[in-house]
């Protein structure tokens, strides 16, 4: 017995994995996005995502330097992410100063708030692109088309996003079947050849980020596959009980941002639940009020507001579904 087991407090793992290194890990995954919206939108998008990122880091900086007075964190890459991610949630022509306004919104109130981050309740980046969206409805609802590589911020063809045309023609009495006819085909869309921010056009470029993230094991599949198999089997159902009113399953998962809300925004580690359980719970949540803002609601999208009405639970589901401890005792009734 000359080697004695020391025994020590939980946690007993121990990963070489950092946030930093998790948060260029997501920031990585977000690139063939980012290619892709440069292939459609041209230089504005490059302007709005790097004035979004610089603003946030900026803003990082100047709170945490001058107002917390707290050890400076934007090294750590989540300003940075959260940047990118509110970038690819708005329109490739956006005014630079709305960007900005939406930047001190995500940093300065939904994150440093709180404390920074770890203890920030909501995703910065969808509070700011809500607040834009209720502050700046017109700039936040004029969607570029992507018709290829511009060289111009101004200069840009805007049209209606599918959701949008379905959600107004319906509720000007045309039939489904004729406005299936002015929207992008299956192909198109899979590839991105339609209206909307710059993150949500490139459904191929966001499954390959998804895939990076799953081989790095940066996130896991609980959340954004019980996410989209929830849109999928809804709309599912509401297309087979009236086909005339309600579009295909595959439309829904392609069409508007439930790809990136599922893969990039619901998953954010700090607002999402930390347990397997709980976290098919909060995708079944997030797709479900996905659907009914996007059927029954007034905004043709829903799964930012679904993402922040989800955030708000998961503190109860982190100390309400913990897993059972090992060797813990079931009492009996």
Not at 236 to 246: A, R, V
Not at 288 to 311: C, D, K, Q
Request: hydrophobic share 50%; proline share 6%.
């Amino acid at each position: 017995m000359s080697k004695l087991f020391n025994i020590s407090p939980s946690p007993h793992t121990q990963s070489t994995e950092t946030t930093k290194k998790l948060m260029y890990g997501v920031v990585v995954a977000l690139i063939p996005a980012f290619i892709t919206s440069i292939l459609y939108f041209g230089v504005s998008a490059l302007i709005v995502t790097v004035t979004s990122v610089v603003s946030c880091l900026v803003f990082e900086y100047l709170i945490q330097r001058f107002v917390l007075r707290k050890p400076l964190s934007i090294t750590d890459g989540s300003a940075i992410v959260t940047g990118i991610l509110l970038a690819f949630n708005l329109p490739s022509d956006i005014p630079v100063h709305i960007i900005v306004i939406g930047s001190l919104v995500a940093i300065g109130i939904a994150k440093m708030t709180f404390g920074g981050l770890g203890n920030n309740p909501f995703n910065p980046a969808l509070v700011g692109r809500v607040f834009m969206l209720i502050s700046f409805p017109v700039q936040m609802t004029t969607w570029p088309l992507p018709e290829g590589f511009k060289t111009s911020y101004a200069d840009a063809v805007t049209g209606a996003t599918p959701l949008g045309i379905i959600k107004e023609g319906l509720k000007n009495g045309d039939s489904l079947s004729s406005l299936m006819e002015k929207i992008p085909n299956v192909f198109h869309m899979f590839m991105g050849k339609m209206g909307g921010s710059m993150g949500e056009v490139a459904a191929f470029a966001l499954l390959l980020g998804f895939a990076y993230l799953l081989y790095r094991k940066i996130i896991t599949w609980h959340i954004p596959v019980s996410i989209l198999g929830t849109v999928a089997v809804f709309t599912t159902i509401l297309w087979l009980i009236d086909p005339q009113k309600n579009a295909n399953p595959l439309f829904h998962v392609l069409a508007g941002g439930v790809l990136l809300g599922a893969i990039f925004m619901a998953t954010d580690y700090v607002t999402s639940p930390m347990y397997p359980k709980a976290m098919i719970i909060y995708g079944i949540g997030i797709g479900f009020i996905t659907v009914v803002i996007r059927v029954y609601g007034a905004y043709p999208e829903g799964v930012s507001f679904a993402i922040l009405i989800m955030n708000a639970f998961v503190p109860l589901m982190n100390a309400y579904m913990k897993p059972k401890r090992f060797g813990e005792e079931v009492a009996n009734g």
